[in-house]
């Protein structure tokens, strides 16, 4: 077992923070003879104990300050086995190929006549030019970022210009634990994976992290200027947190 102190990371100037302060890695549970490989994360922040997926895949036990580790461990690996179900489930979704709200179907071959790697979408269908089952996920994150790069940044143009947001620069990411960021010199950070989901979805994170340009906080003000600009961002905020769930 992996021991890591980690820092604290607390940055006022994100509009996103957490507080972790300690790590324990690579623990494991054997539930119906399925092994789950967990990390424990002892928090002086939460309030309860909970399982945390990532967009990695990484299931993290989040415990908080006034509970131990083994309690925390008894109650959701031996009392809660229904929530254990759920996290393969997710885990399981987390292995398939997505692009703007539609899965994908892979198919790998390797053509003799192009020597290199290559990626094509054909409709729904991924091809991809690789003899290494490894390159498969790599070929398609490398991808799907690129889209990103060339998607994203033209929807913050266009909802900027719309409602009057001025911002520095916008950077695609791989973030495990965010869609996006909003940083106080303007910068706006988004997840490439951001690209598995249809357009309104996309939307919604880009007009999100661009009201965070004007608050700076999930208040009830903030949850109005999402509104003004996009009326029924409700239905993809709930869409969008139903990937991890
Ligand atoms: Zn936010």
Known sequence: MNFQIKRVNFNFKLAHYYIVILILN??????????????????????????KINLDGEIHLIVPRFVSISQAEELMFIKNKAILKNYQNIQNKLRKFYFLGNELKVVTGNNLRQSKTSLILDNKLLI??????????????????????????KRVEYFSGKAGFVYNKVVIRGQKNRWGSCSSNGTLSFNY???????????YVVVHELCHLKEMNHSKKFWKL????MPDYKIHKHQLGLFLN
């Open 128 to 153: 991809l030019n690789t003899n290494k089952v490894e390159n498969i996920r790599k070929l398609y994150n490398d991808w799907l970022k690129k889209e990103a790069e060339r998607y994203i940044p």
């Open 193 to 203: 994976k951001l690209m598995y989901f249809n357009n309104k979805i996309i939307d």
């Open 226 to 229: 999402v509104e003004a600009i």
């Open 26 to 51: 690579n623990k494991s549970v054997n539930i119906n003879g399925n092994k789950i490989t967990y990390s424990v994360k002892k928090s002086n922040k939460a309030k309860y104990v909970r399982l």
